[in-house]
DNA sequence: TACTCACATGATTTAGAAAACATGATTTAT
DNA sequence: ATAAATCATGTTTTCTAAATCATGTGAGTA
């Protein structure tokens, strides 16, 4: 579904959101700890959505990153894109070149519902709902 | 979504529906140029799926492959259990080891639904189903 | 029987994603 | 100013899916 990239960057941007506030910064060591992803690829990760103006990044001892309040509004679909590019937008699941009313796969036609599901349902969710879920203790990063 | 040789495999089974019957067989050169397939790697996908009894082969001169009665009434989820396993059934989007409802991500709950009906279409579409689709030349197995 | 056709099987190679490494740049604290 | 902490950047290695190659096996035909 999404690219290994793509997982480890949602699990960050939500951690990220969990533990940081304009004074605390959360460094890649934490991140990847509490995400179970390896430390470096992660590093690499969050370069990229630093980069992308997804999350603020401050260098230097008690530097990490953060997230302010517009960071927050951001949604699951902004990082999807930001690293997957609109794959899930556009490909085909029988992996026809395009995908497209006019020359549709088998499936077309009953996975476009799906699909619309799949993109609302990364749309409507931005980071500081599910910060707000996480906050019932109820939901997980990482395998106990 | 499918592994790229899940896809063919299901590009290549309803290919074979639609072309082979009890006399004509079709061969591993017709299958991969009707779905856009590298040969070789389409060859080894057949042999999957025949081992898997999902369609029958014969051997030597006038051999291929084609689908008897039982074979049409397959369904797509069929084939995916065969190539892919169960990663469709049991995968957590986010790439928790194990998805489950104890120690459920962020987004378990609400991809709990978009699975069901991606299984749903899945399991409710059987080969014979494409076959009849297919043959009103509205639905396409590679790009024009 | 001998020859050829077409699928079967296993080994090998390739390509791209995932992960790790090495080095550079910026900030804070002393 | 110096040193340590921490993110930034580019390169290299590793791993696995994807694709290819080489060879084997059974069936048909003459
Ligand atoms: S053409 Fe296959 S999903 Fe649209
Ligand atoms: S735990 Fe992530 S989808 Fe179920």
Chains 1, 2 share one sequence.
């Not at 630093?50 to 001892?61: E, F, T």
């Not at 517009?70 to 894109?81: F, G, Q, R, T």
Request: glycine share 6%; with cysteine.
């Amino acid at each position: 579904m999404f690219s290994k990239s793509c997982e480890y960057a949602i699990k960050a941007m939500i951690f990220v959101a969990q533990k940081s506030n304009a004074d605390t910064r959360v460094g890649i060591k934490e991140i990847s700890k509490g995400t179970d992803a390896p430390e470096h690829f992660m590093a690499k990760i969050m370069q990229d959505l630093s980069r992308r103006k997804l999350i603020h990044s401050v260098k230097g001892p008690n530097g990490g990153f953060y997230m302010d309040a517009s960071d927050l509004k951001n949604s699951i679909a902004d990082i999807v894109k930001a690293i997957d590019g609109d794959v899930i937008y556009s490909d085909c699941v029988l992996g026809l070149k395009v995908c497209s009313e006019k020359n549709p796969c088998p499936v077309h036609f009953e996975y476009k519902e799906i699909k619309k599901s799949l993109i609302k349902m990364i749309e409507n969710n931005t980071i500081a709902d599910f910060n707000e879920k996480l906050d019932t203790g109820m939901y997980f990063l990482k395998n106990k």
